[in-house]
């Protein structure tokens, strides 16, 4: 069965960096697009950015953009989410999840997901 497990989350400051990684057994992660969510509390869930098998880089939240960015090792079947400059409203639970190949913003397209790592931002 595929799975997914982040790690890297922890309690920063403001303005500090973070490497979050996603390990993907049970599946080749090459053919898979991994897209990076997060829910903050008493918020929705929201999509934050995505890389596809094809490395196409999707950014879907406009406050990261210029601060987090996303890569895969396919050799290790990992993929990571490095963030820079943090904020105290990045502050949540950063989830990863697989999709067939291509980015979507939609998260019921993802077919797997891992339980979460959260992540805190302090003033």
């Known amino acids: 069965q595929p799975q997914l497990v982040e790690s890297g989350g922890g309690l920063v400051q403001s303005g500090g960096s973070l490497r979050l990684s996603c390990a993907a057994s049970?599946?080749?992660?090459?053919?898979?697009?991994i897209g990076w969510f997060r829910q903050a509390p008493g918020k929705e869930r929201e999509g934050v950015l995505c890389?596809?098998?094809?490395?196409?880089?999707?950014y879907w939240t406009d406050s990261v953009k210029g601060r987090f960015t996303i890569s895969r090792d396919n050799a290790k079947n990992t993929a990571y989410l490095q963030m820079n400059s943090l904020k105290p409203e990045d502050t949540a639970v950063y989830y990863c999840?697989?999709?067939?190949?291509?980015?979507?913003?939609?998260?019921?397209?993802?077919?797997?997901w891992g339980r979460g790592t959260q992540v805190t931002v302090s003033s």
């Open positions: 890389i596809s098998n094809r490395n196409d880089i999707e």
């Open positions: 049970g599946f080749t992660l090459e053919h898979y697009a």
């Open positions: 999840a697989r999709r067939a190949f291509k980015c979507n913003v939609i998260s019921d397209l993802y077919d797997a």
